[in-house]
């Protein structure tokens, strides 16, 4: 089996490379794919920090950047490095082709594989509804991914994100009154990632929720105090437990979820080299 290193460097979300990315791949058999995903890459001292890392792992790079001078900068680093690098789709099948010394082929069951990743996603948006805030615990260990956080810390809509993606997820709210299912300290295949927000946006964030359900607009539920201790108990949980976290105070959802990918693949890829 041939093993690359596949490089896919992004300045936005990164959702369309990885697709031409699986859609290069699926052309090609008996490959071992690493793929190394950076997204939001937006300044030269980000690009040259994922250099570092490229030039340790050295491989196919395939970038969207629309920056030229970025974009230049990567081209001219690739050209020192001697590494071939692409940016659109047709491009990718010809570079793969190169590096992995084979031409595509198609065999009886090839032009299923979009087919099969769409109903992949489909079958994780549905585990992803039936899994949002808290229900369906028994189950977690079905899922890839794990959200925890305080109550509109931006759990649901960021596990439909990712299950779009074709990732499961499963998101539970933390309440200091009412401990999550032990089995949330005891996953093995899923990655559990802590959601965190300033208190300031969070109570900002819980007053238009009561607003737009006309009810009163101060409660325990947005009381400063109220909150910060909300925040401080699941910040300690997070950091007894050891799971990542992503601040979402200044990211939209697709950020967070770029970022929560890029810690899966992180974490698969640590998990291959162990084995």
Same mark, same amino acid.
């Given at each position: 089996?041939?093993?690359?290193?596949?490089?896919?460097?992004?300045?936005?979300?990164?959702?369309?490379?990885?697709? @031409? !990315?699986?859609?290069?791949?699926?052309?090609? +058999? =008996?490959? #071992?794919?690493?793929?190394?995903?950076?997204?939001? /890459?937006?300044s030269d001292?980000?690009?040259?920090?994922?250099?570092?890392?490229?030039?340790?792992?050295?491989?196919?790079?395939?970038?969207?950047?629309?920056?030229?001078?970025?974009?230049?900068?990567?081209?001219?680093?690739?050209?020192?490095?001697?590494?071939?690098?692409?940016?659109?789709?047709?491009?990718?099948?010809?570079?793969?082709?190169?590096?992995?010394?084979?031409?595509?082929?198609?065999?009886?069951?090839?032009?299923?594989?979009?087919?099969?990743?769409?109903?992949?996603?489909?079958?994780a948006i549905?585990?992803? @509804? !039936?899994?949002?805030?808290?229900?369906?615990? +028994? =189950?977690? #260990?079905?899922?890839?991914?794990?959200?925890?956080? /305080?109550?509109?810390?931006?759990?649901?809509?960021?596990?439909?994100?990712?299950?779009?993606?074709?990732?499961?997820?499963?998101?539970?709210?933390?309440?200091?009154?009412?401990?999550?299912?032990?089995?949330?300290?005891?996953?093995?295949?899923?990655?559990?990632?802590?959601?965190?927000?300033?208190?300031?946006?969070?109570?900002?964030?819980?007053?238009?929720?009561?607003?737009?359900?006309?009810?009163?607009?101060?409660?325990?539920?947005?009381?400063?105090?109220?909150?910060?201790?909300?925040?401080?108990?699941?910040?300690?949980?997070? !950091?007894?437990?050891?799971?990542?976290?992503?601040?979402?105070?200044?990211?939209?959802?697709?950020e967070a979820?770029?970022?929560?990918?890029?810690?899966?693949?992180?974490?698969?890829?640590?998990?291959?080299?162990?084995?």
């Amino acid at each position: 089996m041939a093993r690359i290193h596949l490089h896919l460097l992004s300045d936005s979300t990164g959702e369309t490379l990885e697709n @031409i !990315a699986k859609a290069a791949i699926g052309l090609f +058999e =008996n490959v #071992e794919a690493i793929r190394h995903f950076w997204p939001m /890459v937006r300044s030269d001292v980000h690009l040259d920090r994922i250099m570092e890392e490229i030039s340790a792992n050295p491989g196919l790079v395939l970038f969207t950047l629309t920056n030229h001078p970025l974009r230049k900068r990567l081209e001219t680093r690739c050209r020192a490095l001697g590494l071939p690098h692409v940016a659109a789709l047709d491009s990718v099948a010809d570079a793969l082709s190169n590096i992995l010394g084979q031409e595509t082929r198609t065999r009886p069951g090839r032009k299923h594989i979009l087919d099969e990743a769409y109903f992949a996603r489909i079958e994780a948006i549905q585990f992803t @509804i !039936a899994h949002d805030d808290g229900v369906g615990h +028994e =189950n977690w #260990e079905e899922a890839d991914i794990v959200l925890a956080g /305080v109550s509109r810390a931006s759990k649901t809509p960021t596990s439909i994100y990712l299950a779009n993606r074709g990732y499961k997820t499963a998101n539970i709210p933390l309440v200091p009154e009412s401990p999550p299912p032990h089995n949330l300290y005891s996953l093995k295949h899923p990655m559990v990632v802590g959601l965190t927000v300033s208190p300031e946006r969070l109570i900002q964030i819980r007053r238009n929720r009561l607003l737009s359900l006309n009810q009163a607009p101060e409660t325990a539920y947005v009381d400063n105090e109220k909150v910060q201790e909300e925040l401080a108990f699941a910040r300690r949980m997070f !950091a007894d437990n050891g799971w990542p976290v992503i601040d979402m105070t200044r990211r939209s959802i697709e950020e967070a979820a770029a970022a929560i990918i890029n810690l899966f693949n992180d974490r698969e890829l640590a998990e291959g080299v162990e084995a």
